[in-house]
């Protein structure tokens, strides 16, 4: 192995580690979303009563707080970022699980 090789290979040693450290536990996450019924309205590709959860990515992408609205958006519910089916809210999540589902829905809620 060459130098550049060598580090290259270290470079995506450090970002597949850091990569891990921020992976969202998608099994906690579509758990969680299925035990709050958020299923009921939502698919990860297409849209059912609300929006797709590849939707609500694409519309957060490159958003510094996009986590902190999509979770404050999931505690409050409300309607008319989508259309006018409102979302109903889910005040009895605690915050980290809040965190884990806008994380998830974020991620374009991956099953893995």
């Known amino acids: 192995m060459n130098m550049n090789t060598k580090s290259l290979a270290a470079l995506l040693?450090?970002?597949?580690a850091a990569a891990s450290a921020h992976a969202v536990d998608a099994v906690a996450a579509?758990?969680?979303?299925?035990?709050?019924?958020?299923?009921?309205?939502?698919a990860a590709d297409k849209k059912l009563v609300g929006p797709s959860y590849k939707e609500v990515m694409t519309k957060h992408q490159g958003q510094a707080d996009a986590v902190a609205k999509v979770?404050?958006?999931?505690?409050?519910g409300?309607?008319?970022?989508?259309?006018?089916?409102p979302m109903p809210p889910q005040p009895n999540l605690k915050d980290d699980e809040?965190?884990?589902l806008a994380e998830w829905v974020l991620a374009g809620a991956p099953d893995k």
């Open 71 to 76: 979770a404050a958006r999931i505690k409050s």
């Open 30 to 42: 579509k758990a969680l979303a299925g035990k709050s019924a958020c299923l009921a309205c939502h």
């Open 13 to 16: 040693a450090l970002l597949g």
């Open 98 to 100: 809040l965190k884990l």
């Open 78 to 85: 409300g309607s008319g970022m989508y259309g006018p089916v």
